[in-house]
T-cell receptor, first 113, second 115 residues
């Protein structure tokens, strides 16, 4: 299947700091999504991107769909303790894979008060 | 509105035993997904249903895994026999339809441990 490279694998930051994580793919996608997963729960959608170059915000979160359509990044500004969790990128294409989503391996975020 | 419901939340079995997971999607959602999430990994699609039809099951190991969604609502995923490597979280998700612009809502998952 498709391989998504997500980095960094983990981050340990202090409350109030900004966070940046990214995801790259060897294939072109026409959809990029960012999810957050907390312990014992399923992933929850944070931001959806559908157009190359698109920059979308959701509160303190900002994500961009790369121009090459092979990458995306997520920024979190002024982090707070409740931002703790695992952040996943996911890419999708409505081509031969029937709209299947491919997920990265996740970025584990820890925020120290 | 209730989210995606999965049961059981945890299951511990011995290898070679059968196991089944159940999922109730959000009311009105026609598309249902089963994902496998190994430790330290992102979810991987096993099977996708549009109503009662499996439209993408190419990633389902059909020698031991089976799934059904008989009335186009609830779904069960079965493993028989289970192997040690099947220990993982099995996530169910649903969406209004199967388009990439339709948000997939995930359940809490079933954590399977095979001893």
């Amino acid at each position: 299947g498709q391989q998504l490279n997500q980095s960094p694998q983990s981050m340990f930051i202090q409350e109030g700091e900004d966070v940046s994580m990214n995801c790259t793919s060897s294939s072109i996608f026409n959809t990029w999504l960012w999810y957050k997963q907390e312990p014992g729960e399923g992933p929850v959608l944070l931001i959806a991107l559908y157009k190359a170059g698109e920059l979308t915000s959701n509160g303190r979160l900002t994500a961009q769909f790369g121009i090459t359509r092979k990458d995306s990044f997520l920024n979190i500004s002024a982090s707070i303790p409740s931002d703790v969790g695992i952040y996943f990128c996911a890419g999708g294409s409505s081509g031969s894979t029937l709209g299947r989503l491919y997920f990265g391996r996740g970025t584990q975020l820890t925020v120290w008060p | 509105e209730a989210g995606v419901v999965q049961s059981p939340r945890y299951k511990i079995i011995e290898k070679k035993q059968p196991v089944a997971f159940w999922c109730n999607p959000i009311s009105g959602h026609n598309t249902l997904y089963w994902y496998l999430q190994n430790l330290g990994q992102g979810p991987e699609l096993l099977i996708r249903y549009e109503n009662e039809e499996a439209v993408d099951d190419s990633q389902l190991p059909k020698d031991r895994f089976s799934a059904e969604r008989l009335k186009g609502v609830d779904s069960t995923l079965k493993i028989q026999p289970a192997e040690l490597g099947d220990s993982a979280v099995y996530l169910c998700a649903s969406s209004t339809s199967g388009g990439l612009t339709d948000t997939q809502y995930f359940g809490p998952g079933t954590r399977l441990t095979v001893l």
